[in-house]
């Protein structure tokens, strides 16, 4: 059974930074395109990065392009978002995900397998 447990989240003020991680347990993670979701009170699911296979390939949804990157290590089954210049729409629930299948998407329905989330708070 594949599991993915997300950390690092919490409270952090405007302009920082935070990174979050997540790790991979029970299935083949370097064969995994990775992506970060995230999600505020009232609002739908939005993508935030993927990753492929080897971590050459990012895709970054277009509110937290320049400020977010994503990254993975393959030998500890790891995917991490560095998160910078933080603001207060950043806010929200992250979440990891695993595709099994090639290609970097943004639509939830395309990850097989998910994190149980962590808070990200923003405050000013």
């Known amino acids: 059974q594949v599991q993915l447990v997300e950390s690092g989240g919490g409270l952090v003020q405007a302009g920082g930074s935070m990174r979050l991680s997540c790790a991979v347990s029970?299935?083949?993670?370097?064969?995994?395109?990775m992506g970060w979701f995230r999600q505020a009170p009232g609002k739908e699911r939005e993508f935030v990065a993927a990753?492929?296979?080897?971590?050459?390939?990012?895709y970054y949804g277009d509110s937290v392009k320049g400020r977010f990157t994503i990254s993975r290590d393959n030998a500890k089954n790891t995917v991490y978002l560095q998160m910078n210049s933080l603001k207060l729409e950043d806010t929200a629930v992250y979440y990891c995900?695993?595709?099994?299948?090639?290609?970097?998407?943004?639509?939830?329905?395309?990850?097989?397998?998910w994190g149980q989330g962590t808070q990200v708070t923003v405050s000013s």
């Open positions: 995900a695993a595709d099994r299948t090639y290609g970097l998407r943004s639509y939830s329905d395309a990850y097989d397998y």
């Open positions: 990753i492929n296979w080897s971590g050459g390939s990012t």
């Open positions: 029970g299935g083949t993670f370097r064969s995994y395109v």
